[in-house]
């Protein structure tokens, strides 16, 4: 047999593109019970400026973690994880809802961050 003939036969018995049927078999039932929240104007700006913002935070703390890496002689990988961990982690995209329970949580602080009764 001709090699294009063994290809020709592989391929139709081994389908990797997968047929029509099969590929809606396939597919991921929707969640049931999930809501989409509109986003506004203002959450869209607050997300084009965080992402930046967050990108540069997160790059400049694993600059730094590897520094720590390095100055240590690996030995103090615990701290470098946190460093990447605190600054990396955490909401990238801000959603209506999380300016809602920003509003709603506001308490006076001080300058250091600390209640104030």
């Known amino acids: 047999m001709k090699p294009t003939k063994i290809l020709l036969v592989c391929l139709l018995l081994f389908e990797p593109w997968g047929s029509p049927a099969r590929g809606q078999e396939q597919q ?3 969640q049931i019970g999930q809501t989409e ?3 506004t104007p203002v959450t ?5 400026v965080n992402i930046p913002a967050r990108g540069l935070l997160c790059g400049a703390s694993s600059l730094l973690a590897s520094i720590v890496m390095g100055a240590s002689g690996g030995r103090r990988y615990a701290d470098a994880a946190t ?3 605190e600054s990396c982690a955490g909401p990238w995209i801000i959603t209506p809802r999380m300016i809602e329970e920003g509003q709603q949580d506001k308490v006076s602080t001080d300058m250091l961050g600390y209640k104030q009764h």
């Not at 869209?44 to 084009?48: C, G, P, Q, S």
């Open 28 to 30: 991921l039932p929707t």
């Open 37 to 39: 929240e509109q986003h």
């Open 44 to 48: 869209a700006l607050l997300t084009v």
């Open 83 to 85: 460093i990447i961990e």
